[in-house]
């Protein structure tokens, strides 16, 4: 599997980096520009009930839109860190250190992994609040669809715009590091 891993990303370097970028820009574009561009023009509809159904649609678009290149992030994220080495540089094969420098590269690797992590589990909770949401305006519950798609909005996005730009800043410094 490990010489599988190494192998699809020597012959395909330049189209596992593209697709592991492309990957971030629509997730943490995407969020950027509903969280700054279409909340604020949604706001703006008059109508509570109008307001709050466009609002989860525009949602269920976003997530919708964003879920392949979540999958296409993860998987482009393991063919790096196991095809650039980084463990093998850091550790002998029996898990002992050899360099220092090159283990410090590689738990920056391992925090990356932690955000792609929380910035999924977060992503799924949206959706189902989302859900929640959905359901509730059905019912013509306004005050439960307004909690649900206001924590999305003022806490849950931003959340997860901030750690993408994070994971970014990491990409650089990683792609420098070596
Ligand atoms: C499983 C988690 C992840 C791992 C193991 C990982 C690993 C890496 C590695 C090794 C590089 C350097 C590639 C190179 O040297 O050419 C990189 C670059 C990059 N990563 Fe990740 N990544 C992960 C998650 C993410 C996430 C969640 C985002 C943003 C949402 C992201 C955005 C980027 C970007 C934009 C670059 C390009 C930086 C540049 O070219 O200077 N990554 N990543």
Do not use: C
Not at 158 to 172: D, Q, R, S, Y
């Amino acid at each position: 599997m490990k010489e599988f891993l190494i192998e699809t990303f020597a012959h395909h370097r330049t189209l596992i980096v593209f697709l592991h970028i492309i990957s971030a820009v629509i997730w943490v574009g995407g969020m950027i520009a509903i969280r700054f561009a279409a909340h604020q023009s949604l706001s703006m509809i008059a109508d509570p009930k109008i307001r709050l159904e466009r609002a989860a649609h525009t949602l269920k678009r976003l997530f919708a839109l964003v879920t392949p290149f979540v999958l296409t992030l993860i998987i482009t994220a393991v063919l790096m860190a196991v095809g650039l080495g980084f463990r093998a540089a850091a550790m002998d094969a029996t898990g002992h250190v050899i360099d220092e420098y090159a283990m410090s590269v590689y738990n920056t690797v391992h925090i990356k992994e932690a955000i792609w992590l929380i910035m999924t589990l977060n992503l799924a909770a949206m959706m189902f609040r989302r859900r929640k949401a959905e359901l509730a305006l059905h019912e013509g519950n306004l005050e439960e669809a307004k909690e649900a798609l206001g924590l999305i909005a003022k806490t849950m996005v931003p959340v997860n715009i901030a750690l993408g730009v994070t994971a970014i800043f990491i990409g650089v410094v990683l792609r420098n590091a070596y």
